[in-house]
Protein backbone atom coordinates (compact mmCIF):
# COMPACT_ATOMS: atom_id res chain seq x y z
CA UNK A 1 0.00 0.00 0.00
CA UNK A 2 1.45 3.83 -0.84
CA UNK A 3 2.20 6.04 2.05
CA UNK A 4 -0.60 8.41 0.73
CA UNK A 5 -3.58 5.93 1.10
CA UNK A 6 -2.26 3.83 4.04
CA UNK A 7 -2.79 7.68 5.80
CA UNK A 8 -5.87 7.88 4.08
CA UNK A 9 -7.28 5.29 5.06
CA UNK A 10 -6.06 5.88 8.78
CA UNK A 11 -7.64 9.28 9.15
CA UNK A 12 -10.96 7.45 7.80
CA UNK A 13 -10.64 4.69 10.15
CA UNK A 14 -10.45 7.09 12.93
CA UNK A 15 -13.18 9.33 11.42
CA UNK A 16 -15.67 6.69 11.73
CA UNK A 17 -14.72 5.27 14.84
CA UNK A 18 -15.37 8.79 16.36
CA UNK A 19 -18.65 9.33 14.55
CA UNK A 20 -19.77 5.77 15.68
CA UNK A 21 -18.79 7.42 19.17
CA UNK A 22 -15.93 4.62 19.66
CA UNK A 23 -12.78 5.99 22.13
CA UNK A 24 -9.99 6.34 19.49
CA UNK A 25 -7.04 4.57 21.02
CA UNK A 26 -3.62 4.63 19.98
CA UNK A 27 -1.24 1.32 20.97
CA UNK A 28 1.48 2.46 23.21
CA UNK A 29 3.81 1.73 20.10
CA UNK A 30 2.07 4.72 18.15
CA UNK A 31 2.34 7.24 20.95
CA UNK A 32 5.84 6.67 21.31
CA UNK A 33 7.82 10.05 20.11
CA UNK A 34 9.73 9.15 16.72
CA UNK A 35 12.89 9.50 17.85
CA UNK A 36 14.85 7.08 19.20
CA UNK A 37 14.41 6.62 23.36
CA UNK A 38 17.96 5.91 25.19
CA UNK A 39 17.68 6.18 28.39
CA UNK A 40 14.40 4.72 29.26
CA UNK A 41 15.61 3.00 32.45
CA UNK A 42 16.44 6.36 33.85
CA UNK A 43 13.96 8.74 32.15
CA UNK A 44 10.00 7.46 31.85
CA UNK A 45 8.43 6.89 29.02
CA UNK A 46 5.22 9.11 30.29
CA UNK A 47 4.56 12.57 31.34
CA UNK A 48 4.29 12.73 35.17
CA UNK A 49 3.64 15.82 37.24
CA UNK A 50 5.57 14.06 39.95
CA UNK A 51 7.90 12.37 38.77
CA UNK A 52 11.62 14.12 39.63
CA UNK A 53 13.40 12.16 36.45
CA UNK A 54 10.78 14.20 34.23
CA UNK A 55 9.74 12.91 30.79
CA UNK A 56 10.01 15.91 28.86
CA UNK A 57 13.11 17.74 30.52
CA UNK A 58 14.84 14.12 29.94
CA UNK A 59 13.59 14.26 26.05
CA UNK A 60 14.68 17.61 25.47
CA UNK A 61 18.21 17.12 27.37
CA UNK A 62 18.21 13.80 24.73
CA UNK A 63 17.28 15.59 21.50
CA UNK A 64 19.28 18.82 22.28
CA UNK A 65 22.44 16.52 22.82
CA UNK A 66 21.87 15.56 19.08
CA UNK A 67 22.02 19.25 18.41
CA UNK A 68 24.83 20.34 20.65
CA UNK A 69 26.69 16.91 18.34
CA UNK A 70 30.28 17.76 18.40
CA UNK A 71 30.59 20.87 19.94
CA UNK A 72 33.29 20.93 22.05
CA UNK A 73 33.20 21.98 26.02
CA UNK A 74 32.30 20.01 29.15
CA UNK A 75 28.99 19.99 30.71
CA UNK A 76 27.32 21.26 34.16
CA UNK A 77 24.77 21.34 36.47
CA UNK A 78 24.63 24.17 39.49
CA UNK A 79 21.75 22.92 42.00
CA UNK A 80 22.57 18.96 41.77
CA UNK A 81 20.00 17.42 44.64
CA UNK A 82 20.16 13.87 44.48
CA UNK A 83 21.33 13.82 40.91
CA UNK A 84 18.56 12.63 39.01
CA UNK A 85 19.18 14.80 36.34
CA UNK A 86 22.96 14.97 36.73
CA UNK A 87 22.51 11.50 35.99
CA UNK A 88 21.17 11.59 32.93
CA UNK A 89 23.34 14.28 31.95
CA UNK A 90 26.72 12.22 32.73
CA UNK A 91 24.76 9.41 30.10
CA UNK A 92 24.10 11.76 27.13
CA UNK A 93 27.58 13.05 27.52
CA UNK A 94 30.24 9.94 28.43
CA UNK A 95 32.77 11.57 26.78
CA UNK A 96 33.09 15.12 28.55
CA UNK A 97 33.80 16.22 31.81
CA UNK A 98 30.45 17.27 34.15
CA UNK A 99 30.64 19.65 36.90
CA UNK A 100 28.60 19.43 39.60
CA UNK A 101 28.25 22.56 41.40
CA UNK A 102 26.22 22.11 45.27
CA UNK A 103 26.58 23.08 48.93
CA UNK A 104 25.16 19.40 49.26
CA UNK A 105 24.32 21.06 52.61
CA UNK A 106 20.58 22.45 50.97
CA UNK A 107 19.39 26.17 50.36
CA UNK A 108 22.19 29.30 51.49
CA UNK A 109 20.33 31.52 54.03
CA UNK A 110 21.32 34.01 52.00
CA UNK A 111 19.90 33.33 48.67
CA UNK A 112 16.64 31.78 50.87
CA UNK A 113 16.34 35.82 52.76
CA UNK A 114 16.65 37.28 49.22
CA UNK A 115 13.98 35.65 47.93
CA UNK A 116 11.74 35.84 50.80
CA UNK A 117 12.46 39.64 51.67
CA UNK A 118 11.33 40.34 47.56
CA UNK A 119 8.31 37.68 48.53
CA UNK A 120 9.47 35.07 45.37
CA UNK A 121 8.46 32.31 46.67
CA UNK A 122 4.50 31.93 46.47
CA UNK A 123 2.17 29.55 48.56
CA UNK A 124 3.18 26.61 50.73
CA UNK A 125 6.26 26.73 49.76
CA UNK A 126 7.39 29.39 51.71
CA UNK A 127 7.07 27.97 55.14
CA UNK A 128 9.28 25.23 53.82
CA UNK A 129 11.70 27.74 53.04
CA UNK A 130 11.97 29.20 56.05
CA UNK A 131 12.46 25.70 58.12
CA UNK A 132 15.17 25.33 55.52
CA UNK A 133 16.85 28.11 56.22
CA UNK A 134 17.09 27.52 59.83
CA UNK A 135 18.17 24.34 58.77
CA UNK A 136 18.29 22.99 62.56
CA UNK A 137 14.96 20.95 61.58
CA UNK A 138 16.70 19.37 58.65
CA UNK A 139 18.52 16.04 59.37
CA UNK A 140 21.93 15.45 57.63
CA UNK A 141 20.05 12.20 55.44
CA UNK A 142 17.71 14.63 53.80
CA UNK A 143 20.73 15.96 52.21
CA UNK A 144 22.24 14.79 48.87
CA UNK A 145 25.74 12.77 49.08
CA UNK A 146 28.66 13.38 46.34
CA UNK A 147 29.91 9.62 47.16
CA UNK A 148 25.90 8.29 46.50
CA UNK A 149 25.34 10.19 43.49
CA UNK A 150 29.03 8.95 42.01
CA UNK A 151 27.66 5.41 42.35
CA UNK A 152 24.45 5.90 40.43
CA UNK A 153 26.24 7.50 37.75
CA UNK A 154 26.92 5.67 34.57
CA UNK A 155 30.91 7.27 34.12
CA UNK A 156 31.53 8.22 37.26
CA UNK A 157 35.15 9.48 36.42
CA UNK A 158 33.82 12.30 34.50
CA UNK A 159 32.16 13.57 37.08
CA UNK A 160 34.01 16.39 39.01
CA UNK A 161 32.26 17.52 42.60
CA UNK A 162 32.10 21.33 43.05
CA UNK A 163 31.06 21.42 47.38
CA UNK A 164 30.50 24.40 48.42
CA UNK A 165 28.10 28.04 47.84
CA UNK A 166 27.87 29.06 44.27
CA UNK A 167 29.25 31.00 42.72
CA UNK A 168 32.27 31.29 45.17
CA UNK A 169 32.58 27.33 44.18
CA UNK A 170 32.80 28.63 40.05
CA UNK A 171 36.16 30.29 40.21
CA UNK A 172 38.58 26.63 39.64
CA UNK A 173 37.99 26.13 36.46
CA UNK A 174 37.45 30.12 35.47
CA UNK A 175 38.50 29.27 31.77
CA UNK A 176 36.70 26.25 30.84
CA UNK A 177 34.23 26.43 28.37
CA UNK A 178 30.80 24.82 27.76
CA UNK A 179 28.32 23.34 25.20
CA UNK A 180 25.72 22.46 27.84
CA UNK A 181 24.35 23.32 31.47
CA UNK A 182 21.90 22.71 34.22
CA UNK A 183 20.61 25.69 36.06
CA UNK A 184 18.72 24.21 38.84
CA UNK A 185 18.42 25.93 42.28
CA UNK A 186 15.36 27.06 42.70
CA UNK A 187 16.09 30.57 43.78
CA UNK A 188 17.08 34.08 42.32
CA UNK A 189 20.92 34.82 43.15
CA UNK A 190 22.44 31.60 41.66
CA UNK A 191 20.49 31.44 38.86
CA UNK A 192 21.61 35.15 38.32
CA UNK A 193 25.00 34.37 39.13
CA UNK A 194 25.05 30.89 36.82
CA UNK A 195 23.92 32.86 34.01
CA UNK A 196 26.62 35.97 34.37
CA UNK A 197 29.53 32.69 34.32
CA UNK A 198 28.01 30.16 32.54
CA UNK A 199 26.62 32.10 29.14
CA UNK A 200 30.10 34.18 28.52
CA UNK A 201 31.82 30.82 28.55
CA UNK A 202 29.09 28.65 26.46
CA UNK A 203 30.20 27.77 22.97
CA UNK A 204 27.63 29.07 20.01
CA UNK A 205 25.55 26.63 19.63
CA UNK A 206 25.44 25.66 23.59
CA UNK A 207 22.73 25.41 25.66
CA UNK A 208 21.56 26.11 28.88
CA UNK A 209 18.72 24.74 30.67
CA UNK A 210 16.75 27.25 33.37
CA UNK A 211 14.27 24.76 35.33
CA UNK A 212 11.61 26.32 37.07
CA UNK A 213 11.18 29.36 34.89
CA UNK A 214 7.66 29.01 34.53
CA UNK A 215 6.68 27.50 37.80
CA UNK A 216 4.47 29.52 39.64
CA UNK A 217 5.96 28.56 43.32
CA UNK A 218 9.80 29.41 42.54
CA UNK A 219 9.13 33.30 40.86
CA UNK A 220 12.63 34.15 41.78
CA UNK A 221 14.16 32.11 38.74
CA UNK A 222 12.29 34.29 36.04
CA UNK A 223 13.45 37.65 37.32
CA UNK A 224 16.86 36.53 37.53
CA UNK A 225 16.51 35.49 34.12
CA UNK A 226 14.98 38.86 33.18
CA UNK A 227 17.51 40.99 35.46
CA UNK A 228 20.28 39.70 33.59
CA UNK A 229 19.34 39.94 30.68
CA UNK A 230 19.45 43.46 30.93
CA UNK A 231 23.18 43.09 31.15
CA UNK A 232 24.30 40.16 28.78
CA UNK A 233 21.87 41.14 26.03
CA UNK A 234 18.69 39.30 25.13
CA UNK A 235 19.00 35.19 25.46
CA UNK A 236 17.38 33.41 22.58
CA UNK A 237 14.89 31.93 24.62
CA UNK A 238 12.16 28.56 24.42
CA UNK A 239 10.38 27.33 27.27
CA UNK A 240 9.45 23.88 27.85
CA UNK A 241 6.27 22.51 28.81
CA UNK A 242 7.89 20.19 31.24
CA UNK A 243 6.91 19.47 34.45
CA UNK A 244 7.86 22.75 36.37
CA UNK A 245 8.84 24.86 32.83
CA UNK A 246 12.39 24.85 32.33
CA UNK A 247 13.98 27.59 30.02
CA UNK A 248 15.99 26.25 27.29
CA UNK A 249 18.43 29.06 26.15
CA UNK A 250 20.79 28.65 22.97
CA UNK A 251 23.55 30.87 22.27
C1 LIG B 1 15.84 21.44 43.21
S1 LIG B 1 17.37 20.89 43.85
C2 LIG B 1 18.16 20.28 42.41
C3 LIG B 1 17.47 19.10 41.77
C4 LIG B 1 18.29 18.35 40.76
N1 LIG B 1 18.77 19.18 39.67
C5 LIG B 1 17.54 17.16 40.22
O1 LIG B 1 17.32 17.08 39.00
O2 LIG B 1 17.14 16.30 40.98
C6 LIG B 1 18.17 22.40 44.19
C7 LIG B 1 19.61 22.26 44.65
O3 LIG B 1 20.25 23.51 44.52
C8 LIG B 1 21.23 23.64 45.51
N2 LIG B 1 21.56 25.06 45.66
C9 LIG B 1 20.68 26.08 45.76
N3 LIG B 1 21.33 27.26 45.88
C10 LIG B 1 22.67 26.97 45.82
C11 LIG B 1 23.86 27.77 45.85
N4 LIG B 1 23.85 29.10 45.96
N5 LIG B 1 25.06 27.12 45.78
C12 LIG B 1 25.12 25.78 45.65
N6 LIG B 1 24.03 24.98 45.61
C13 LIG B 1 22.81 25.57 45.68
C14 LIG B 1 20.58 23.00 46.74
O4 LIG B 1 21.52 22.56 47.67
C15 LIG B 1 19.77 21.86 46.12
O5 LIG B 1 20.48 20.65 46.19
Known amino acids: ???????????????????????VSFSPEETRPVYKMEHEEIVPTHFDLHDPYDYCRGRA????????????????????????????????????????YDTFGGFDKRDVDFDLGKDFVKGAFRDGFLSQAARKTTRKEDFPDPAVIQEKCPHPERLVFRKGYFPETAAPDGEEKFSFVSLDTDLYQPIYAGLEFFYPRLHEGGVIFVHDYNNWAWTGVKHAVHDIEKVLGPFKKMPLPDAYGTLVIMK
Do not use: T
Not at 3 to 23: N, P, T
Not at 81 to 94: M, Q
Open 1 to 23: MGLGLFWKSLVLHRWIARKCGMR
Open 61 to 100: LELAREEIGNLPGNVAEVGVGFGHFARLINYCFPDRKLFL
